[in-house]
């Protein structure tokens, strides 16, 4: 449409940081480019993703969900909440901020073990195959459940984990696990089973966060 007609622009290399209100109703924005500040008028649609990555003190996780406020995210660092911010600060009603889903899977690189932000480890990876191990090389869940079900394992059991899949698995999903050296592991101390497969560490990220801010049409 901005390309055809005068009904849309695209303005990029901008930063919206307030909405302005007319009444009770919001009914354009004030963005930053290039140093100065410039104002929009007409309906406004939030599209800003969610607040997975704000590790700040007065993020909206801290706010809504302080327990999950340690673990890294999925999220890109983009993801800070801040369209939902300035819909609050007018008075807007948000919606199942506290809903914020924990993966079982996000990859950790080995050089860089603390990074906040983790590569997502698809279900497809355990879909193939692939088992969760603990610290002891033990299994502990049905990797096939549900990620609420698999996470809520993981946080019962002993860290660091990996994610083990064999050769016919591995090479079914090499898109995926291709990063990762092919290694050998006991799968577990009373089996004692060695086998060829992707061994891939990982650790439990923040990933899909609460809906966000309710909408008015009219």
């Known amino acids: 449409v901005a390309e055809k007609t005068d009904l849309a622009r695209i303005i990029t290399k901008a930063k919206v940081f307030k909405l302005v209100t007319d009444k009770n109703a919001c009914v354009g924005c ?80 080995p050089d860089d073990a603390d990074a906040k932000i983790k590569f997502l480890a698809a279900e497809a990876l355990r879909g193939v195959g692939g088992i969760i191990l603990n610290a002891e090389g033990q299994r502990f869940c049905n990797e096939l459940g549900r990620r609420d079900y698999v996470t809520g394992e993981m946080w019962k059991s002993k860290p660091p984990f990996r994610l083990c899949l064999n050769k016919a698995a591995s090479d079914e999903i090499i898109w995926h696990c291709k990063p990762r050296a092919e290694q050998t592991v006991s799968a577990s101390p009373d089996r004692s089973v060695s086998w060829s497969h992707r061994d891939l560490p990982v650790q439990h990220p923040r990933h899909y966060t609460g809906r966000g801010v309710g909408s008015t049409v009219g």
């Open 30 to 109: 004030v963005y930053e480019k290039g140093g100065q500040n410039f104002q929009e008028f007409g309906p406004v649609i939030l599209a800003s993703g969610g607040f997975g990555a704000d590790f700040t003190q007065n993020s909206l996780l801290a706010k809504y969900r302080p327990d999950l406020l340690h673990l890294p995210t999925t999220n890109g660092e983009h993801c800070t909440g801040d369209g939902i911010k300035m819909g609050e600060e007018i008075g807007a009603k948000t919606i199942d901020l506290e809903w914020v889903q924990v993966h079982p899977t996000g990859l950790v690189k």
